[in-house]
T-cell receptor
Framework: EAGVTQFPSHSVIEKGQTVTLRCDPI?????LYWYRRVMGKEIKFLLH????????ESGMPNNRFLAERTGGTYSTLKVQPAELEDSGVYFC?????????????FGPGTRLTVT | RKEVEQDPGPFNVPEGATVAFNCTYS??????FFWYRQDCRKEPKLLMS???SGNEDGRFTAQLNRASQYISLLIRDSKLSDSATYLC???????????FGQGTRLTINP
């Protein structure tokens, strides 16, 4: 079974540009999460989808970030316009169900550098 | 104050040694706890869940103390392959988001 995949693995953009990150969860996983780790800080939650609906977007830093999951399959996270402080590693995770018994499986991450 | 706090280390120990990490959490509403392992430039992977009664998985033992709000991880007979960053993670009941500590870097030396 394929794991969570993310694209691209690396992205280098200039301040003010737009970047779109993609996440493909494990097949059949209704729950999809975005997290990010900025330099020197802990991994922080951004948002949680259940199928195509946003269940919790309390971690989204500001309105420059837009996450979508049309059709309840893959998800995109768009940053527009990007700022220097957006640099970091963006992880996607998925789980079959919710609850502590259901592991969140993480993708390899997208390393975003804003210059 | 961070919701989950860990000593970032680094911890450098010889192969075969026993090493212990602690972490504390500030949100008393946290209900579930986990240790994740993250290798350099890789994704976090679940190492083990942590239960109040304590649980063991091979050389790894995890313990939760709700009264003091701390979680521990003990690694016995450490192997070179145990070198990684260990992430202490909490989840608040009703919410699905994971709250991570900053991680403790462990290096096992031959």
């Amino acid at each position: 079974e394929a794991g969570v995949t993310q694209f691209p693995s690396h992205s280098v953009i200039e301040k003010g540009q737009t970047v779109t990150l993609r996440c493909d969860p494990i097949s059949g996983h209704d729950n999809l999460y975005w997290y990010r780790r900025v330099m020197g800080k802990e991994i922080k939650f951004l948002l949680h989808f259940v199928k195509e609906s946003k269940q919790d977007e309390s971690g989204m830093p500001n309105n420059r970030f837009l996450a979508e999951r049309t059709g309840g399959t893959y998800s995109t996270l768009k940053v527009q316009p990007a700022e220097l402080e957006d640099s970091g590693v963006y992880f996607c995770a998925s789980s079959q169900e919710v609850g502590s018994a259901y592991e969140q499986y993480f993708g390899p991450g997208t390393r975003l550098t804003v210059t | 104050r961070k919701e989950v706090e860990q000593d970032p280390g680094p911890f450098n120990v010889p192969e075969g040694a026993t090493v212990a990490f602690n972490c504390t959490y500030s949100n008393s509403a946290s209900q579930s706890f986990f240790w994740y392992r993250q290798d350099c430039r890789k994704e976090p992977k679940l190492l083990m869940s942590v239960y109040s009664s304590g649980n063991e998985d091979g050389r790894f033992t995890a313990q939760l103390n709700r009264a003091s709000q701390y979680i521990s991880l003990l690694i016995r007979d450490s192997k070179l392959s145990d070198s990684a960053t260990y992430l202490c993670v909490a989840r608040t009941g009703g919410a699905q988001k994971l709250v991570f500590g900053q991680g403790t870097r462990l290096t096992i030396n031959p």
